[in-house]
């Protein structure tokens, strides 16, 4: 049972006003600002604006597919920022650096080479999805729409799971 404050937050949750969700994001970003430190090529100054940055080119990135005339450029970007994301992943297993993965808003433990598969994957979708967006024009079809959304939300659900479904198909540990 979760001991409760005066205030009614869950113990252990600071109160930002009257929404101790405001909290949470915060205490979630502040623990992807920290999680950049193990970086050695980011200085302790540049860590929030790093991070501020990652931010904003993921909400970025969203905005251009999502608004109509701007999917090329959103696909452009999102190939660029998981280039970049998978080159940081990859330098810190290559150097044996203790990195941890904080996607998707939520610690989700140490760096693995299953974080790498996941941004490849992703890589491909974006390549993809930037191939057609430059080829042939947006697709008005309902039926079309539909199935592209179903797609992906569960393609969403799985990425967004991935160290889930990595540890349950993974080997046993001993």
Known sequence: MTAVTQAGAPQGLAVHGDHPAISARHDGFAAFVASLAPIPWIA???RRP????TVAAEATTVLLL?????ALAGYLLAVVT???FTAVLATGLRQGTALRCHCFGHDA??????HLARNLGLGAVAVLGLATAATTAMATDPAGWAIAILTGAVAGLATTRWDDI???LGSPTP
């Open 109 to 114: 433990g140490p760096v693995r080479p299953h």
């Open 166 to 168: 990595a540890f349950v």
């Open 66 to 70: 999502w608004t109509p005339g701007t």
């Open 50 to 53: 790093v991070a501020v940055a």
């Open 44 to 46: 302790v100054a540049s």
């Open 82 to 84: 998981l280039a970049v």
